[in-house]
């Protein structure tokens, strides 16, 4: 086999220690060497200059968790192509893993070019990544959080979730707050709610009236500071977002056009993608790294699955979100997309078809500047006409006619 890169080295990534493989082919022999270091900046630094004094090129390691981050930051500081590996793709032989044995196995495939690199976005989309990715994982405690005092509350009796669809709106939250400062009485605290909350008095009362003791009012208490936190923590982060939004302001209000997509929206997708479209050839490659089209599962010439891949599990949740938020927009493309792909597959095909619709239109806009431009809901009529012109065509030669069919002015569509 073609050897592409005679001097490379392998790295098997470790918490605290980096074992790494070189591999040097010259004059029709093949050397390697095989060495541990910390994985401490000074020993990453000592990696770095080991390599380079070696006349190594090329380096390649395993996405291990967080441990790749330190060590590629600084290897991409010295003279060497450093390419990160998506671990289920360089699998060695089972029964043989050892930390040798797997800087060495990386070695080898790497000099023959049998590496795919994984994409890693540069260092300002990285950061925005991080920040968004944090945010996300903070909402959902936020989520997590009223979902608990919901719990205390109906064991409590309180059912105050029947009466109003938010309780921690102002309503709620001032009820709730006038629970734990030791008010028990219904009339007392139906009288809290704001004059736009439209259940009755009365089934606030009867929704209000319950048994909370004093455990119930520490664990409202308790979990309300925690959302008061959780929501403080937020706004720093949004607040942070802002400041690094620089060099993505233009694309995100670009993306912000598209249906469904809102500024938060835009800033995710540009976190998980980048600015920079041509890594990606086609806006299928786009897609297929996003996992957000079928997967290729094939055996003796029959298709086995058509489920997607795991995998960018930030981008294609955003990717769902806003596709779901896409279809209540009537007289659009995508909400006639929906139903058309929905009355045949179902609904969640339909919703991940126009989450990959939405991905479609970010490439395109991105790669070009081009503003988001929609193709309206008679966008399939032509084809649905014509299709259901040759079945009824079908159908009438069927019953032994002969039809000319001619297509008149006003019945073409406009």
């Known amino acids: 086999m073609q050897v592409l890169y005679p001097r490379c080295a392998g ?13 040097i082919a010259a004059e029709g022999k093949v050397s390697t060497e095989v060495r541990t270091f910390a994985a401490t ?17 090329h380096v390649a390691m395993e996405a291990t968790g967080i441990y790749w981050k330190p060590v590629w930051h600084i290897l991409s500081d010295y003279p060497l192509e450093v390419i990160l590996a998506n ?6 032989v089972p029964g043989r893993k050892t930390d040798v044995n797997d800087a060495t196995w990386l070695a080898e495939l790497l000099a023959h070019g049998l590496i795919r690199a994984s994409f890693v976005p540069p260092r300002e989309v990285a950061e925005l990544r991080t920040l968004l990715r944090t945010r996300k994982q903070l909402v959902r405690e936020h ?5 608990r005092v919901q719990k205390t509350l109906e ?19 001032a009820m709730i707050e006038a629970m734990i400062a030791g008010e028990s009485d219904p009339h007392k605290l139906a009288a809290l709610a704001d004059r736009r909350v439209q259940a009755p008095r009365a089934k ?22 925690q959302i008061d936190a959780i929501d403080d923590a937020i706004s720093e982060i949004d607040a942070e977002v802002e400041a690094h939004l620089g060099p993505f302001r233009e694309a995100v209000k670009l993306l912000d056009t598209i249906d469904g997509v809102d500024v938060l929206a835009a800033e995710v997708i540009l976190s998980e993608i980048g600015l ?46 806003c ?5 209540r927009m009537q007289g659009r493309y995508l909400s006639a997309l929906y139903r058309r792909i929905r009355a045949r597959r179902g609904d969640k095909k339909a919703i991940l078809a126009v989450a990959a619709a939405i991905l479609t239109a970010a490439y395109h806009m991105l790669k070009t500047g081009t503003p988001y431009r929609d193709l309206g809901p008679r966008h399939f009529e032509p084809a649905k006409r014509n299709a259901l012109a040759r079945n009824l065509l079908k159908r009438l030669q069927g019953l032994g006619f002969t039809v000319d069919i001619k297509e008149t002015a006003a019945a073409q569509p406009g």
Do not use: Y
Not at 204 to 225: I, K, P, Y
């Open 204 to 225: 606030l009362v009867e929704a209000l009236t319950g048994r909370v003791g004093a455990q119930h009012r520490f664990l409202l208490r308790l979990h309300l500071r």
């Open 276 to 321: 920079d479209m041509t890594r990606f050839p086609t806006d299928g490659h786009l897609l297929s790294w996003g996992c957000i089209c079928p997967r290729n599962d094939e055996s003796a010439g029959k298709r086995r699955s058509t489920r997607i891949r795991k995998g960018a599990r930030w981008l294609k949740a955003t990717l769902i979100q």
């Open 155 to 173: 064991d409590a009796n309180i059912k105050l979730t029947s009466a109003i669809s938010d309780i921690m709106g102002k309503s709620g939250r």
């Open 11 to 23: 790295l098997d990534v470790h918490k605290d220690t980096i074992v790494a493989c070189i591999r």
């Open 41 to 57: 900046t000074a020993g990453l630094c000592a990696l770095a200059e080991w390599l380079v004094e070696n006349g190594v090129t």
């Open 323 to 327: 596709a779901r938020a896409a279809v």
């Open 87 to 92: 671990a289920a793709h360089v699998k060695n």
């Open 143 to 147: 989520a997590s959080h009223v979902q």
